[in-house]
């Protein structure tokens, strides 16, 4: 690539801690070769309305430890037509950009195959969520800091839960995985995680039978808190759903907290600064060797590329081993 190339950069849909991290490492890998970046703002409103800045390392020197990101991010509904593509791809054309890098989930990277059919330019996704449900990849960025943030919340219920003896239902993201729930589950030390991969939730009445019993067993022996992790989306009414009937039909009163997009937020841990910062540099690198239509992951400590199209073809699952090992090791 030669000095007047230009690399395209956006975040798009739920923001994740260490998304800025990934931002600083592109521009500085990008300002190495000296290649111009083009920070586009609002996710992909931002091709759409042509709203951009050029982002050179003093932008990025302050911003490695900083939650949210500094290009701001959006879900854009006009880029699920043609309307909307033409835009941005016209945008794209004006500005002779080259390649554009996209800092998103799935959604995101499919926005980026609808975008190829108007515009040839070089595609490159990282893979910034919460969730952790992008396949190819063992980590997305902001998942590990994602846990650790909804973890100390649920030490901090767990306080007061325990003064009171009280059984809680803690409610936590993730969308339609239970990455998060599973993960921060286990290392809270919840005593019972509801999610997609061990609940049964097309009989929620015998599924309730069992939580209650398993709650008065607990409760008999010794009285003490009892923490239920419930992933959001799984619960059929939701988690107040939950708790309402717990109480109706079981006389087990249950308090509701819904962690909700404090696990969004926060400055990113060292796990997710080092990772999204390896992340942008490998894009960059795969950028210069001409590479496209790829999503940078790690694999086994190592980046890798994997084809867009692979990367979502199916949402990751949570591992297997952990659903076995906690259903071992407590019921539920
Ligand atoms: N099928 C699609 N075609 C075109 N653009 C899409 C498509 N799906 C998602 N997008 C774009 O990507 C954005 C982010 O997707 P979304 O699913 O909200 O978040 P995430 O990227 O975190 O999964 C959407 O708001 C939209 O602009
Ligand atoms: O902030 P919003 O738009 O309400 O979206 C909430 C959703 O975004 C997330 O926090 C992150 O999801 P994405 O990364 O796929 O956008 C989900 O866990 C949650 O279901």
């Known amino acids: 690539m030669t000095k007047s190339k230009r690399i395209a950069l956006l ?4 923001d994740a801690p260490g998304m800025n991290a990934a931002i600083r490492g592109v521009v500085l890998a990008c300002e190495k070769h000296d ?3 083009y920070g586009y703002l609002q996710g992909y409103n931002g091709l759409i309305d042509d709203n951009y800045c050029l982002l050179t390392s003093d932008d990025v020197a302050q911003i490695v430890h900083l939650g949210g ?3 701001k991010s959006a879900r854009c509904p006009q880029m699920c037509d043609d309307d909307g593509l033409k835009q941005a791809a016209t945008n794209l054309m004006k500005s002779k950009i080259d390649a554009l890098i996209v800092i998103g989930g799935d959604g995101s990277f ?3 195959l609808a975008l190829k059919r108007f515009w040839p330019g070089q595609m490159l996704g990282l893979p910034g969520t919460i969730d952790n449900d992008l396949d190819n990849t063992d980590y997305t960025i902001g998942f590990s800091t994602a846990i650790n943030t909804a973890l100390d919340a649920i030490d901090k219920i767990r306080d007061t839960a325990q003064a009171f003896d009280r059984v809680f239902a803690i409610e936590l993201m993730g969308r339609h995985s239970g990455h998060l729930t599973f993960n921060t589950g286990i290392a809270s030390g919840a005593e019972h995680i509801m999610s997609f991969e061990n609940t049964n939730v097309s009989d929620t009445d015998k599924t309730l039978s069992e939580l209650a019993q398993e709650i008065n067993v ?3 022996k010794r009285n003490r808190s009892y923490v239920i992790v419930v992933a959001e989306n799984l619960w059929p009414g939701g988690v107040q759903t939950l708790a309402t009937q717990l109480k109706q039909s079981h006389n087990i009163d249950c308090t509701v907290c819904v962690l909700g997009h404090i696990q969004r937020g926060g400055n990113p ?6 990772m999204a910062t390896r992340m942008g540099v490998a894009a960059v690198q795969a950028v210069l060797l001409g590479e496209t239509d790829k999503m940078v992951g790690e694999v086994n400590q190592e980046m890798v590329l994997v084809p867009l199209k692979t990367a979502i073809q199916q949402t990751k699952a949570v591992n297997s081993h952990l659903v076995e090992m906690q259903s071992t090791i407590l019921k539920g």
């Open 69 to 71: 990101t500094i290009l």
């Open 11 to 14: 975040t798009s849909g739920g």
């Open 218 to 220: 607990i409760k008999q």
């Open 269 to 274: 841990d060292a796990k997710d600064r080092v």
């Open 110 to 112: 499919n926005g980026l």
């Open 35 to 37: 290649v111009q970046v």
